[in-house]
């Protein structure tokens, strides 16, 4: 168990709690087949989630004003729906492809750990995604957290250290007594940069056969874990 | 059943969902007797309520920038003690007393309630109270909000229409697929002003022998019940 017990653990989201990619593949590929329209889903898939920090960085910088993670999906979704040459989609048919990274599944321990976690601490999810969006998939996938922290919130995306630390203020705690939690180290080396408690366990079936990091730990994380089960078990609940 | 069907129902919390004033007054009279502090405290639980709406029409109309509940009741509070000669009370007393507002207990219908509607409703509390507040208050007493919306995330206290229309722009949805839920016709009115649905039941009990008002709908509510499970049976959940 660490020395410091935190109040408040929030989580990266897609990838560390949800399963994006096979989510929105088996999403997609039933929905094209259901309509009747061609097209090779995960590698549409792996090509939108390819444009994720590119889009948000044109935010980060300044090149658009405050866009939600929705937005930024749908504008990369109807740029490769032109480049992948695929026919045939309604506008409702976009909207509904587009809502499909509210329809995410939890990874198998995610629902039973942080379950877990919620007994002792305050959970929610620390993520680029909007509070709808965030909201949307926790209705979804029962998740139980127990407060949204939306990009939406701050009006920043990570790793700008208004979301890290907005969360601090917005619980009235230190930052380190909040722990950050994900699969991805630079999430949590900007965490540790604003003080936050950190807790690191790997996914490394998120990309894929396109995974190229974050089999391991790179620093020495407060918590170092196999996943959410065993991060609550490292809290000692 | 209404005619229309909320996406999202939304919890005025104090005296709605939860009984603010027993809880205080047994909190307080617990704690001033393990100090061994004298008071009125049921008059002192009054009093300090009556300073609700007067502390923050000072922020509403711009004589205070935005200031959080809890600081507001700390101001009140620190008043409030002089004024009643109150004698021995610590820094750390005065905090633990004005986390009380955070230790309310819920009406015995509210719990199995919102968890009936959970089941097909997002649910949350739009109060005035900060999200920190709310988020202790849902911890303590276990209630299930799937989302917390606290004031300082509009930087508005009811009734400014910023909170009402906050709540469905975050939602992304229309202001009429949100239902606010209250004890208080004046709320609800001011809600309705803003094109959301209604729902009102009474808790005649709030203000305790003070209780001067909404026994009963004073509008045609959308929904007119006698307690939160009763919203439920009425929506058919």
Redesign the interface.
């Known amino acids: 168990m660490p020395t410091k017990q935190p109040v408040a653990i929030v989580f990266d989201t897609f990838g560390t709690v949800v399963d994006w990619r096979s989510s929105l593949i088996a999403d997609l590929t039933a929905y094209g087949s259901g309509r009747g329209v061609t097209a090779d889903w995960p590698a549409l898939v792996d090509a939108w989630r390819a444009a994720y920090h590119p889009s948000m960085d044109r935010v980060r910088t300044g090149e658009l004003p405050w866009t939600t993670l929705?937005n930024l999906h749908r504008a990369s979704l109807d740029r490769l729906v032109t480049e992948f040459g695929i026919k045939g989609l309604s506008e409702d048919d976009l909207t509904h492809i587009n809502l499909g990274w509210h329809r995410l599944h939890p990874w198998p321990d995610a629902v039973p750990g942080l379950t877990r976690l919620k007994s002792r601490f305050?959970i929610g999810p620390l993520s680029n995604g909007?509070?709808?969006l965030l909201?949307n998939m926790?209705?979804f996938s029962s998740i139980p957290?127990?407060?949204?922290f939306?990009s939406?919130?701050f009006g920043h995306f990570k790793p700008d250290p208004e979301t890290y630390l907005g969360v601090a203020k917005?619980?009235?705690?230190r930052p380190d007594q909040v722990m950050m939690a994900a699969a991805h180290n630079g999430d949590l080396a900007k965490a540790r940069a604003c003080g936050l408690l950190t807790a690191f366990f790997p996914r490394p079936g998120e990309y894929g056969p396109n995974q190229k990091r974050d089999y391991a730990a790179e620093q020495d994380w407060d918590i170092v874990a196999t996943d959410i089960q065993d991060v609550a078990a490292k809290l000692g609940v």
Do not use: E, F, H, P
């Open positions: 929705d305050i909007n509070v709808s909201l926790a209705k957290w127990d407060m949204i939306g939406d919130l917005m619980l009235n705690v």
